[in-house]
């Protein structure tokens, strides 16, 4: 497989454009509030940023998240400012009662190119409860059908537990009914609010992972994870046993862009924390994913790109030989490479192997092997 070089550019920034949000969700990585911090990034200093990352050769994909980005006054703004120099936008608001039919349309208008809403469950009682306020799952029903009828791309993004993952398989008519273009499974990683949760153990994450792939083959949307890379794997897997035929958004092949109407395909050969990917909080620290909390600068005092491009942080995480246990001997740790973001909120190192991975490769073995006979 051909190797892509995120040295230079990354392929994604996520701007945490605040930290408001009127939900107090019980996974939240960011533990968001209803007021924004102090000393977020200001009207003219987002559009500095944006006129940044304008400029990076390929344009990388842009996410507005939060927090809930309709919080924020000047979201249009950044918005229509963004498109207008070229960049894709998606953007992930919260369930509130600032989500209406209007502002679907006034988005789609502004020109957000896709909207990612969620979903933790089949039922109100899930996702309300997971999301700590009656009425979201009904208001991200209607956000749904609201954005159809606008003509506007949709994912669901949805929070994987050991809670909620019987109701999860629930979840796939329900998406296909709505007419979401891609679902996208976020694997908790305990940090924020979420460290209260409960995780999937390894051999539970490998039970999703093989289930998700047969969804990707039953269904019309394309599938994808976050913080399970290992996902690549098992698509890999499969598909050398099956020969395809799936819409796993996983092993990182160059896809069509006419594959999705806005381009937003989300899936690249290798991205993981820092490695095609960066996140900036509201205040302008510069971490490698918003799950994996360690700030490598500030984009109030030095440019973004030079932050991703130089800080040790971020060529660490890059170079997979320096993976440590069986992700350094892995075959495919470039495809994979294990959520460093769990190893870190794990283990407190993020270069050890990814602790939710049941799979042992054969070079582990015959390391572990060779130790136990003492050569």
Not at 68 to 74: G, H, Q, S, Y
Not at 115 to 120: C, I, Q, T, Y
Not at 348 to 375: N, T
Request: net charge positive; proline share 6%.
């Amino acid at each position: 497989m051909e190797r892509p070089d995120f040295a230079q550019y990354p392929y994604l920034v996520a701007w945490e454009v605040t930290n408001a949000c009127l939900l107090a969700c019980r996974h939240c990585r960011a533990s968001a509030m209803p007021h924004p911090l102090p000393g977020e990034l200001s009207t003219q200093e987002g559009l500095r940023l944006i006129e940044e990352v304008a400029t990076y050769r390929p344009k990388p994909l842009l996410l507005l998240t939060g927090g809930d980005p309709l919080a924020r006054k000047d979201l249009f703004l950044l918005v229509e400012r963004a498109r207008a120099l070229g960049l894709k936008v998606g953007l992930t608001p919260a369930a509130t009662p600032l989500l209406t039919r209007e502002m679907v349309f006034r988005l789609k208008e502004a020109g957000v190119t896709r909207l990612a809403l969620s979903l933790d469950g089949a039922s109100a009682q899930t996702h309300d409860a997971f999301r700590g306020e009656e009425g979201t799952f009904q208001r991200t029903l209607e956000a749904l059908s609201w954005a159809k009828e606008a003509g506007l791309p949709t994912q669901v993004n949805t929070t994987v537990t050991r809670e909620n993952w019987p109701e999860i398989r629930a979840l796939p008519d329900l998406l296909a009914e709505k007419g979401v273009v891609l679902w996208s499974l976020f694997f908790l990683v305990p940090v924020g609010r979420g460290a209260l949760l409960r995780q999937l153990s390894a051999r539970g994450f490998e039970e999703v992972l093989h289930w998700l792939y047969q969804v990707s083959k039953a269904y019309p949307f394309h599938v994808k994870t976050t913080e399970a890379h290992h996902f690549r794997r098992v698509v890999l897997q499969r598909r050398k046993e099956e020969g395809g035929g799936d819409r796993a958004l996983a092993a990182g092949e160059s896809l069509h862009r006419e594959y999705f109407q806005d381009g937003m395909e989300h899936s690249r050969l290798g991205v993981t924390d820092g490695n095609g990917f960066v996140f900036v909080s509201a205040t302008g620290d510069v971490a490698p994913s918003g799950f994996l909390p360690i700030y490598a600068g500030n984009v109030r005092e030095k440019p973004l790109l030079e932050i991703y491009r130089n800080s040790s942080l971020f060529q660490e995480l890059r170079n997979k030989d320096l993976l440590k246990g069986k992700c350094g001997v892995c075959e495919y740790r470039y495809a994979c490479g294990g959520s460093r973001a769990r190893a870190w909120a794990e283990t407190g190192d993020y270069l050890q192997s990814e602790p939710r991975c049941a799979y042992v490769p054969p070079a582990w073995l015959e390391k572990v092997g060779k130790k136990a006979i003492g050569r």
